[in-house]
């Protein structure tokens, strides 16, 4: 009796791509799995870094994007969302001390409507409170307006909870001051500067030891000197909280946008 054929079957290749391509899927989907869990450790730490460096590319050591809070804070003024995610204890003090900061500034801000007006930021010496010219002084002038002074004062008690000293900036635009009294924008300036630093003084019992007061007039601009807009953002005074070079974190930031008049 004969051998029956034997009959070789055959499978279709044709689609034996899509095992290779569903492992290609699954691996690809624990690996961002992975990544966001990873991130979600230190998402608020990457959003301050990644801050930093538009600012350094940009080359603007202050802002990001003028006055005004922008992520990082919910809509009551708290980190409280954030605090889950931060580990502030493994923060270098410097960092610490601006999220502190940052927090008590934005809820004064967020109270009072001065989103506009206030930004906090860390630059290459420290930390930085910006305030505008609009919220502190009437245009032209060194006398410091309620607004100001409320906000002042709450910042002073910040200020007296901390060691470092404190050097007060004021700035101008390009826009010829027209006054009798203070004849270039270096007077003005300084003359700014020096009222913030006496009512810290006066008002908010900050120690004057620990405090210089400097007027830069319009010679370190956040935006050229070229629409009201930019004008407005470069008319502004800051707070500077100093920390010894020796001290120094890496720059980071919060990008405020910048607001109408």
């Given amino acids: ?16 791509w899509l095992e290779t391509f569903s492992d290609l899927m699954s691996l690809l989907l624990v690996f961002f799995i992975l990544l966001f869990a990873f991130g979600q450790a230190d998402l608020e730490r990457f959003r301050l870094l990644s801050g930093s460096l538009r600012a350094a590319f940009s080359g603007v050591d202050v802002f990001s994007g003028g006055l005004g809070f922008g992520e ?14 931060l580990n502030l204890g493994a923060l270098p003090t410097r960092d610490k ?55 002042l004062l709450t910042i002073a008690n910040l200020l007296n909870e901390l060691p470092n000293n ?11 001051t027209g006054s009798p009294i203070y004849a270039t924008n270096w007077d003005l300036s300084s003359a700014r500067a020096v009222s913030v630093v006496r009512f810290l003084a006066d008002n908010g019992a900050v120690d004057p030891q620990r405090m210089s007061a400097v007027g830069l007039a319009e010679y370190h601009p956040l935006y050229p000197n070229d629409t009201p807009e930019h004008r407005r953002l470069n008319r502004r005074a800051d707070i500077l909280i ?16 910048s607001a109408s008049p």
């Fill in 166 to 176: 404190i050097r007060v900036e004021a700035h101008t635009d390009d826009t010829a």
């Fill in 242 to 257: 100093l920390y010894p070079p020796e001290e120094e974190a890496p720059i980071i930031d919060l990008g405020f946008p």
């Fill in 97 to 151: 001390t601006f999220q502190k900061v940052a927090n008590e500034i934005n809820q004064h801000a967020l109270t009072n409507q001065l989103e506009d007006q206030i930004a906090i930021n860390i630059g290459k010496e420290g930390i930085y409170i910006s305030l505008s010219s609009a919220l502190l002084y009437p245009s032209g002038s060194t006398e410091l307006g309620e607004s100001g002074k409320q906000t």
């Fill in 72 to 85: 990082g804070f919910d809509s009551t003024g708290n980190q409280e969302a954030n605090a889950n995610m």
């Fill in 1 to 16: 009796m004969g051998r029956k054929p034997q009959v070789i079957k055959e499978f279709d290749t044709s689609k034996r």
